[in-house]
């Protein structure tokens, strides 16, 4: 499976809980909306303007704080959507990729680092020390993190260092796909 194909899959299914998640929450909206107007006619029917006057102020703020409590659910869905999708993709990553990829992901990022630093040590995760000769092993997802011979440079190309910085560059084209 391509990244691309991946990266569609992972954003298609994160459009479908989001639909599902603001669709409840326009459900319950409309439900409180629907018993704050049931209310008022009750209480306009008993004829006291002051009654009303009051009862229309409650269904106000009722309403307000309704479409408040709206929004932090609307918000908390869509934080805990875009967390969702970055974690299946590092699920995916991780599980999809070929020894072969791998290998081509970890000699790419060793030849980089090599430009950056005279490399010392290697760190990477148990997968990942078969492609590297010398490697320390670290619990990581995959990837490399280099340190120069000196120990004083760190050079991260760990799979969670990238994905964050995926992450952080593409979070609001990120959104707008899942939540136009």
Known sequence: ??????????LNNAQKEADKIIAKANDEA???????TKEN??????????T???????????????KIETNKKLLLAKKEMIDKV?????????????AIERKKIIDGFLTKAKTE?????V???EIDSK???????????????AESKDKTTLVDYSFETILEELKDKHIANVTNILFK
């Open 1 to 10: 499976m391509g990244f691309n194909q991946l990266q569609k899959d992972v």
């Open 30 to 36: 409309e439900k409180i909306k629907l018993e704050l």
């Open 41 to 50: 006619k009750k209480l306009k029917n008993q004829g006291d303007a002051e």
């Open 52 to 66: 009303k006057n009051m009862v229309e102020l409650l269904q106000k703020r009722e309403i307000a704080g309704a």
């Open 86 to 98: 970055f974690e299946e993709v590092k699920t995916k990553i991780t599980k999809n990729l070929s």
């Open 117 to 121: 630093i005279d490399i010392g040590n």
């Open 123 to 125: 760190y990477c995760n």
């Open 131 to 145: 492609n590297v000769t010398g490697a320390v092993q670290k619990e990581m997802l995959g990837g490399i993190i």
